[in-house]
């Protein structure tokens, strides 16, 4: 994550994330991560981060309308 949205960094990828004020909504399986996660874009800079408490599962318990990918 550091790596693509850092502007220090050389694999920045600021055709995609050159707008710090962009709203962004993390989220990763159980919260913990996507967590981390807003606090380094935040302290990189990022202004409108927030992220899933809880994660994929509470989403899904929550009621959120998910899409299982089949394998091939």
Known sequence: LEFWL???SPYYKKEKF???TKQMVLFCAGGMRSALGAK???DMGYKNIAHIDGGFQ???SAG???VDKKKD
């Open 6 to 8: 850092d502007p220090n």
């Open 64 to 66: 959120f309308e998910t």
């Open 40 to 42: 380094s874009l935040l």
């Open 18 to 20: 050159k707008d710090q």
């Open 58 to 60: 509470a989403m899904k």
